[in-house]
């Protein structure tokens, strides 16, 4: 008789068999039932913060918050897509304030930023989008909602993400807290919303370690009765700055330096620069205008150059 020993001592030894559980996503696809560990983040900035590659559902994009405790720009993210076949167009926008309440109101979302014609990495591994360049500050202290959209989702197959257990489910460290909440269908803003849901990805960002080489653009004491301090720097010397702001929205709009960060009706008001490249003025902040919106932009006139965006709310 043959001695079947070995052969059983291998199956004993051998990893129990584990059958692949699916589960049909928001969209109607079959995916893989969450929790896996996926991959790590691309590491593509000084600052990070990721939540997790875990998949088990999705559709063509996410809403969450995000609270800095530093000013700060968005500079890319990793997000999570379906497969390595696709060509993904992403779109990224932004609000002040929650996404809370607004996730199919496209008036008070501002565009930050898009990608377009990346190559997705697959299931569980990060492929990265460049938000770079924005010229957007992200105030610390200021709630700000984030929106994520895969435009072209019904060419690239889309994007996962996975079923929350909290509304909302939160991540941070010491820079960011991150809370996040809804899954997006297309078509953009108005396809359905799917609650709680969490963002797969890595937000990047840059809070500078200093002021910025180029021309740049601070707002202090927006408080509503109070006087608000406003500060150019770094632009060319006994030259003329723009400074902007508008209570109607974040643009965007053209102009002969770049695209501004305002709608109209805007202010511009023209300011002379010193020999350090410095301007500034004063504002009086009306009483009453707490918790209204306000975006400030300009442009530097000598190196024909737009100065960072700022979007707040007034104290």
């Known amino acids: 008789m043959k001695n079947v020993l070995p052969l059983f001592l291998f199956l004993l030894a051998a990893p129990p068999a584990v059958s692949q559980v699916s589960v049909v996503a928001d969209d109607g696809s079959i995916v893989s039932a969450a929790p896996t560990t996926g991959g790590a983040a691309t590491n593509r900035a000084p600052g990070s913060l990721t939540t997790h590659f875990n998949g088990g559902n999705g ?34 926008w932004y609000r002040v304030g929650s996404c809370v309440g607004y996730d199919m109101d496209p008036s008070t979302w501002t565009l930050l930023a898009q990608d377009t014609g990346i190559q997705g990495a697959g299931a569980y591994m990060p492929t990265f989008a460049d938000l770079s360049g924005n010229g957007v500050t992200f105030v610390a202290g200021q709630t700000y909602g984030i929106y994520m959209d895969n435009v072209n989702y019904a060419l690239s ?23 996040a909440y809804y899954g997006k269908a297309t078509p953009s803003f108005t396809g359905s919303t799917f609650t709680p849901r969490v963002w797969n990805g890595t937000l990047y960002y840059d809070t500078g370690g200093g002021p910025p080489p180029g021309p740049s653009l ?8 109070s006087v608000a301090d406003i500060s150019i720097d770094n632009a060319t010397p006994n030259n003329t700055a723009y400074f902007v702001y508008s209570l109607a929205g974040g643009g965007p709009i053209s102009t002969p330096f770049g695209p501004g960060y305002v709608s109209a009706p805007y202010k511009v008001i023209p300011l002379a620069t010193d020999a ?24 530097d006139r000598g190196s024909a150059t737009m100065l960072n965006a700022i979007a707040a709310v007034i104290g």
């Open 59 to 92: 559709f063509a994009g996410n809403m969450f918050d995000i609270t800095p405790a530093v000013d700060m720009e968005i500079t890319g993210l990793d997000f999570h897509a379906r497969n390595a076949t696709g060509l993904f167009d992403i779109d990224v």
């Open 157 to 179: 197959g889309g994007i996962n993400y996975t079923n929350g257990v909290s509304t909302p489910e939160t991540y941070s460290n010491s820079d960011i807290v991150l809370d």
């Open 218 to 225: 601070s707002v202090a004491n927006l408080v509503a009765g």
């Open 276 to 299: 350090n490249g410095h301007a500034g003025i004063s504002k009086s902040v009306p009483v009453g205008t707490t918790g209204m919106n306000i975006w400030f932009h300009g442009a």
